[in-house]
């Protein structure tokens, strides 16, 4: 079965610096989400990108947070300058249409650690 | 907004025991609603969902029934396995596709 997948599994960086997650959303997919979790917490909704611009973010995703589909496989989210309050799990989700028909499918994140 | 509340964890049961995992949600419009689940190691699987008031999900032994009147979705399974040891979390759509999540349930099955 097609996989979301993630990479790297697990990313320690200093406070300040950047980052950047990445994930390979299945192939024919066209609607994709990051998530993230921090330690304890609820998973919560960063930001969804269809048609190679963004279509909802939250709150979280503030002007330190980018995301971009480089090629026609990658998704990535960058963090430009990051904080202690970072660290968290990121999950990146793809589906093939908006609404329920065809639910979200996650990777198996990234453990993002701020130093 | 939406939320979604989900009863603490961990609930530790007994292989072969019944489980509910209590979920209760607010929402605006009709919402649709999930449960999913994360194994050890792992990203978060679709587990069941349903669209509608009284639709009922189910999947691999797990339902749950989408009851309007309470707001709730909770999840049941009649006899739980070691294997099924995980977290749950309960989520919701209304309108677009973003997932609200709540704070997931740990599940842990003794033998």
């Known amino acids: 079965e097609p996989e979301v997948t993630q990479t790297p599994s697990h990313q320690v960086t200093q406070m300040g610096q950047e980052v950047i997650l990445r994930c390979v959303p299945i192939s024919n997919h066209l609607y994709f989400y990051w998530y993230r979790q921090i330690l304890g917490q609820k998973v919560e909704f960063l930001v969804s990108?269809?048609?190679?611009?963004?279509?909802?973010k939250s709150e979280i995703f503030d002007d330190q947070f980018s995301v971009e589909r480089p090629d026609g496989s990658n998704f990535t989210l960058k963090i430009r300058s990051t904080k202690l309050e970072d660290s968290a799990m990121y999950f990146c989700?793809?589906?093939?249409?908006?609404?329920?028909?065809?639910?979200?499918?996650f990777g198996d994140g990234t453990r993002l650690s701020i130093l | 907004g939406n939320s979604v509340t989900q009863m603490e964890g961990p609930v530790t049961l007994s292989e072969e025991a019944f489980l509910t995992i209590n979920c209760t949600y607010t929402?605006?419009?009709?919402?649709?609603l999930f449960w999913y689940v994360q194994y050890p190691g792992e990203g978060l699987q679709l587990l069941l969902k349903?669209?509608?008031?009284?639709d009922k999900g189910s999947n691999k032994g797990f339902e749950a029934t989408y009851r309007k009147e309470t707001t709730s979705f909770h999840l049941e399974k009649g006899s739980v396995q070691v294997s099924d040891s995980a977290v749950y979390f309960c989520?919701?759509?209304?309108?677009?596709?973003?997932?609200?999540f709540g704070k997931g349930t740990m599940l842990l099955v003794s033998p």
């Open positions: 989520a919701l759509t209304s309108g677009y596709s973003t997932l609200t």
């Open positions: 990108f269809y048609n190679n611009e963004i279509s909802e």
């Open positions: 349903a669209t509608k008031a009284d």
């Open positions: 929402a605006t419009g009709y919402p649709s």
């Open positions: 989700a793809s589906s093939g249409t908006a609404g329920v028909n065809q639910p979200q499918h």
